[in-house]
């Protein structure tokens, strides 16, 4: 069986499955209720409901990716959303970007298996080997064996859902506009979860990466698919999530938003992270 192995465990999470299902279980319960702001699919002046969606309507996620002592709590506050859910969903597509290889299109894994300190998510090969005939999708081993986008994401799916198989991709080159034609059959049913891999802005001082994030969030919760890598490293993945969510009359709820400087970080040089809820309205 061809497995890839965890690249960042010991470094962006705990190594130790004992301490780091500790963790996540500790993230995924907390005391203080979720702070949230709804944002319909068509921007409005009116107000708001300011309560969670129905937990069967749960369609996508936008999480951060950075180390979880940065932004693993904003993490968290997103996948705590699923644990109502956990035996509906059947499949995760989970899309992230490439850090270490530029190439034209996107990444399949050429893996069976994602291994992780808490045990191994199954792949869907068959979709895999589907895409992979298509112009824009490029099996690579390479592109996925140190990325670390995806990896830290895989924790908290195994420990908020009940049984999975996952769709892993990685972006470089390739149009918003192309990847949701080709994404959009493989989200209809609702027993597949969009999980989007993104931070926000890259070591700029803590003041000014707030006005830059907040104008971020707004184009996002505008259904504007128009973010660039420096505005957020998984724009690509955002964008195209934001094209099918606005098609579809989707509703993003906002959960949590800050950056390193807020965490663990210094105020000099901070990264901004957010999760949001995207929902059907249905």
């Known amino acids: 069986m061809n497995i890839r192995h965890p690249a960042v465990a010991g470094r962006f999470y705990q190594k130790s499955p004992a301490q780091l299902k500790t963790q996540l279980e500790a993230w995924l319960s907390p005391v203080q209720?979720?702070?949230?702001t709804p944002l319909a699919?068509?921007?409005s002046d009116h107000a708001v409901d300011p309560h969670l969606p129905t937990a069967n309507a749960i369609r996508a996620l936008i999480v951060p990716h950075a180390g979880y002592i940065f932004s693993g709590r904003v993490a968290a506050k997103a996948y705590q959303a699923l644990l109502d859910v956990a035996?509906?969903?059947?499949?995760?597509?989970?899309?992230?970007?490439?850090?270490?290889?530029?190439?034209?299109?996107?990444a399949l894994p050429t893996a069976e298996q994602f291994s992780t300190p808490l045990g191994n998510v199954t792949l869907n090969t068959q979709t895999i080997a589907t895409l992979s005939e298509i112009e824009d999708f490029e099996l690579s081993e390479q592109a996925h064996a140190l990325e670390h986008s995806l990896e830290v994401q895989l924790p908290?799916?195994?420990?908020?859902?009940?049984?999975f198989s996952l769709l892993p991709i990685l972006t470089s080159n390739v149009s918003p506009a192309k990847l949701a034609k080709l994404i959009d059959?493989?989200?209809?049913?609702?027993?597949?979860?969009?999980?989007?891999?993104?931070d926000l802005s890259h070591f700029h001082p803590y003041h000014k990466a707030q006005r830059i994030d907040r104008n971020t969030c707004h184009l996002i919760e505008h259904f504007?698919?128009?973010?660039?890598?420096?505005?957020?490293?998984?724009?690509?993945g955002i964008n195209t999530l934001l094209l099918l969510a606005k098609?579809?009359?989707?509703?993003?709820?906002?959960?949590?938003?800050n950056n390193s400087g807020d965490t663990a970080g210094d105020k000099?040089?901070?990264?901004?992270?957010?999760?949001?809820?995207?929902?059907?309205?249905e």
């Open 41 to 43: 699919a068509i921007p």
């Open 268 to 281: 000099e040089k901070v990264v901004g992270y957010v999760s949001y809820l995207i929902s059907n309205t």
């Open 185 to 198: 059959p493989l989200w209809q049913s609702n027993d597949t979860l969009l999980v989007v891999s993104s």
């Open 247 to 257: 098609q579809r009359g989707y509703q993003l709820t906002r959960l949590a938003l």
């Open 156 to 163: 908290f799916l195994q420990t908020v859902l009940s049984n």
């Open 224 to 236: 504007e698919p128009t973010l660039t890598p420096e505005q957020a490293c998984g724009s690509t």
């Open 33 to 36: 209720p979720i702070e949230t």
């Open 87 to 106: 035996d509906t969903i059947k499949h995760v597509i989970l899309i992230g970007p490439s850090h270490r290889y530029f190439f034209q299109g996107c």
